[in-house]
T-cell receptor
Framework: GAGVSQSPSNKVTEKGKDVELRCDPI?????LYWYRQSLGQGLEFLIY????????KSGLPSDRFSAERTGGSVSTLTIQRTQQEDSAVYLC????????????FGSGTRLTVV | GESVGLHLPTLSVQEGDNSIINCAYS??????FIWYKQESGKGPQFIID?????DKRQGQRVTVLLNKTVKHLSLQIAATQPGDSAVYFC?????????FGKGTKLSVIP
């Protein structure tokens, strides 16, 4: 597509439930990133995928968080046993290649854990 | 750890005036900086970038200044318009990760 697409745009879930957030990067972009933005805060790096290389998971806040990228395209961020502190906007970005700093961000998924 | 931060959390300017948004960074090894604009309900949008071998770069109505001596960045917006109202973030690139500051909210008074 023309831009980075994220779904759902909003998600309300009960504490303890699992959620899956989806990101469709720009076609041909080999690098994909997940960031988290809490209310009134800057963006916090979560995870990075580049081609077929092992992902950099150094930003994932706990083992409840995981992400996959299938076929070098679509990515899914999974949060297990959600907690209220997981409430945030989860943003996905893609770029043409590592070292190309022209990130394009999606509009994000607003996650609310009640 | 090292971080990127902003001097002013909010800024109100009159329509037509120039806006200046400031940012301090602490990682002296950073070689690339980006300004993003984020409107409500949207993801960050690239505005302008600058590499550390430059001290000034101009775009359409925007200018970024880099002072490596004091590790300071600024974003200047000329003839600020209502559509410029948003939160502005500076970010520094560390390898392939962007480290963001908290953001400055710019409000344009008609």
């Amino acid at each position: 597509g023309a831009g980075v697409s994220q779904s759902p745009s909003n998600k309300v879930t009960e504490k303890g439930k699992d959620v899956e957030l989806r990101c469709d990067p720009i076609s041909g972009h080999t690098a994909l990133y997940w960031y988290r933005q809490s209310l009134g805060q800057g963006l916090e790096f979560l995870i990075y995928f580049q081609g077929n290389s092992a992902p950099d998971k150094s930003g994932l806040p706990s083992d409840r968080f995981s992400a996959e990228r299938t076929g070098g395209s679509v990515s899914t961020l999974t949060i297990q046993r959600t907690q209220q502190e997981d409430s945030a906007v989860y943003l996905c970005a893609s770029s043409f290649q590592q070292g190309n700093y022209g990130y394009t961000f999606g509009s994000g998924t607003r996650l609310t854990v009640v | 750890g090292e971080s990127v931060g902003l001097h002013l959390p909010t800024l109100s300017v009159q329509e037509g005036d120039n806006s200046i948004i400031n940012c301090a960074y602490s990682n002296s090894a950073s070689d690339y900086f980006i300004w993003y604009k984020q409107e409500s309900g949207k993801g960050p949008q690239f505005i302008i970038d600058i590499r550390s071998n430059m001290d000034k770069r101009q775009g359409q109505r925007v200018t970024v200044l880099l002072n490596k001596t004091v590790k300071h960045l600024s974003l200047q917006i000329a003839a600020t318009q209502p559509g410029d109202s948003a939160v502005y973030f500076c970010a520094e690139n560390e390898r392939y990760q962007l480290t963001f500051g908290k953001g400055t909210k710019l409000s344009v008074i008609p």
